[in-house]
């Protein structure tokens, strides 16, 4: 739900029972693509982000300023015109300016009305008033219930963004562990996305971290296997796992069926809550084993206790009173927002997450709250119970949503006393931390860029560096990377490689392989500019033309660089520095290069110079990572390259299908046959490969 700019409200909104399929909306809604500002191809583009990355702290307009989009008159007019057409009934209405850019999206229980308090001519705040005067055109969807309206107004402002409204900046989904159900044995893994495949879910947990060493405790505690169905097909032998005592080794009869189902019925009943009543089992056992003087039985009912109690421990608060619930706090200073989420399943604290939501600084706390809420849950499911800082308006409405949405009742409260204010009173105080942690990690950022450009001589602290690098082992899986960072620090939304695919280009060339990523990137730019739309910022308010481009090397790659940008008409449009190792590659001697200049040496304990050893360091991290992703899977292919007529595809299919190199070979020609893409006489080249026949 999201709180409408007008000072009068009616009672507004109402939600779809879908929101996967945005509602009755019209050809013309489709929301219009940002300016394109794809540095490379999508075949070869990886979006990389850090799962447990912290949201950036939106940059915040002054609400203060006079409007400047157009006079309040033209605006006024335009809305005028809206209302003369507007529907009594429910429904959402979006402003548009002069380039049809949606400026805010809104929804009333009475469209005419709502669109009414926004053409008096008089009484509005400077943020709507500023609003009014840069509307040009107002579109109208009638829905049938309120409730219809306020899920389609959440969907659509989180698919167009609008500068007006409060946005969730960031709505990563969350991830959740899974015990499947497709196996006879089965496996316990982390999962994110579209719950399709069989099994018990359980979640959501706030972060990757969270998931992987509730992972690792659970393994511990109840000898669960983790690996994939291939990799158990085809074990002779227990791996470490089984000799770190990590897993009961199901693969090799290690445990049989029953013991090892007794295993996962208990590692179902701790997550399910059972937690209390599966550790009296254990400590029942235990005693047993220890009076029948079975020590080494004992000892390892112990040590799985000690896991599950790491489990909890490492939870921090866990309610006494509150079974499933979502809390959020929010808390403001300066003109920010912070939203602190915790989630509680199963009566066990499961995470928690700060969001720094885009709002101008006149939204008050309830506002951001109400409208955070429903682009929260668009996507996500909601729980049972989810519990406020602050009493929201419209709350009934948004129940009754998420209602609809959940299949069950969502209550939504703001507790005044017990247990339940104390969870919302340590969210509230995780939310005023988080933000003070953002505030001060900022102003650190702000130093840090104004001493780069004191340093480098730029006019101003860049809002947006490009860093680059290349990886490669002797030529081979080349491949180039591109990471950005900006006054919120590293930027990993925006992050890409490019697979080097020139064919003509010398093995180990990193000349070469850097003229070619840097052609790539700008000619796209480029083409994006001569459009008019390289000046634009992106979704998270972050120019999409870099203000200083960094180049992993010295005045060589420099050079390289220059040459790209030269040939493009651009090296006056980019500022270029070259980061050259220092002697024996030692970190705190390297030295500065830019065009036309002397080199630049920093002394070793310099901030500026930590700062840009940093940007250089992640940058190489990120290409390593993507080199090593080629490596890995071209290693797996191997084994096929020799087969006359199997190609990439049905190497690929081969290995999704059987999952490695030694189920493929172990496979029976009929079971080749049953792969996509493998005809019966491509099944009948590759069994013949695997096993050829005498003489």
Known sequence: ????????????????????????????????????????????????????????????????????????????????????????????????????????????????????????????????????????????????????????????????????NVLLRDDKSFPYILITGDHWAPQILKHRGAQNRPGRYFGPFASVGAVNRTITALQRAFLVRSCTDSFFESRTRPCLLYQIRRCAGPCTGEVDFPGYTELVREAKDFLSGRSRAVKQELAVEMEK???????????????RLAALSAIQSQQGINPRTVEEADVFAIYQEGGYSCVEVFFFRTGQNWGNRAYFPRAEKSFTPEEVLASFLAQFYDDKPPPKLI????????????????????????????????????????????????????????????RLLQGLATTLGLAKPPQRIEVYDNSHIQGTNAVGAMIVAGPDGFIKNQYRKFNIRSEGLTPGDDYAMMREVL??????????????????????????????????????????????????????????????????????????????????????????????????????????????????????????????????????????????????ERASLGDLGKVPGISAESARRIFDFFHPGPG
Request: charged share 30%.
């Open 1 to 164: 739900m999201n709180q409408d700019p007008a000072e009068t409200r009616d009672t507004a909104a109402a939600p779809l029972a879908d929101t996967e399929s945005p509602s009755p909306v019209s050809p013309e809604l489709t929301p219009h693509p940002a300016p394109a500002a794809q540095d490379i191809d999508t075949a070869t583009a990886e979006l990389t982000v850090d799962e447990d990355d912290e949201a950036r702290l939106p940059e915040i307009e002054d609400d203060s300023a006079e409007p400047a989009d157009g006079p309040l008159a033209v605006g006024r007019a335009a809305i005028e015109q809206a209302v003369r057409l507007a529907p009594t009934s429910p429904g959402v209405y979006r402003m548009l300016n002069a380039a049809h850019d949606v400026l805010y999206v809104g929804k009333a229980k009475n469209v005419k009305k709502r669109l009414s308090s926004y053409a008096r001519p008089t009484g509005h705040v400077m943020r709507i008033a500023r609003m009014i005067a840069a509307t040009v055109t107002v579109e109208i969807v009638s829905t049938a219930t309120e409730t219809e309206a306020l899920l389609l107004e959440a969907n659509l402002i989180k698919q167009l963004r609008p500068r007006f």
């Open 289 to 303: 084993a220890s009076n029948e003087l079975e020590f080494e039985t004992a000892a390892l009912y112990r040590d």
């Open 387 to 446: 519990l406020l800082s602050h009493d929201i308006e419209d709350c009934a409405l948004l129940a009754d949503a998420l209602c609809i949405k959940a299949g069950h009742k969502v209550e939504i409260s703001t507790p005044k006393r017990g247990e339940k204010k104390e969870l919302v009173a340590h969210a509230l105080t995780n939310a005023r931390e988080a933000l003070g942690r953002k505030l001060a990690d900022t102003a650190t950022q702000t």
């Open 519 to 664: 052609e790539r990137r700008f000619k796209r730019l480029a083409a994006a500019k001569a459009e008019g739309d390289a000046a634009k910022p992106n979704d998270d308010e972050t120019p999409l033309w870099p203000d200083l481009v960094i180049i992993d090397g010295g005045r060589g790659q420099l050079n390289a660089a220059r040459g790209v940008l030269a040939e493009l008409g651009l090296e006056t449009e980019v500022t270029l520095l070259g980061v050259a190792k220092g002697p024996d590659r030692d970190a705190g001697r390297e030295t500065l290069f830019m065009p036309e200049r002397e080199a630049i040496k920093l002394e070793p304990r310099d901030p500026v110079l930590y700062f840009i050893q940093r940007l250089r360091d992640e940058a190489h991290r990120f290409v390593i990572g993507s080199h090593r992703k080629l490596r890995k899977k071209d290693i797996r292919e191997a084994g096929l390259q020799e087969i006359p007529g199997i190609g990439p595809s049905r190497k690929r299919a081969l290995l999704h299908h059987f999952g490695t190199l030694k189920e493929i």
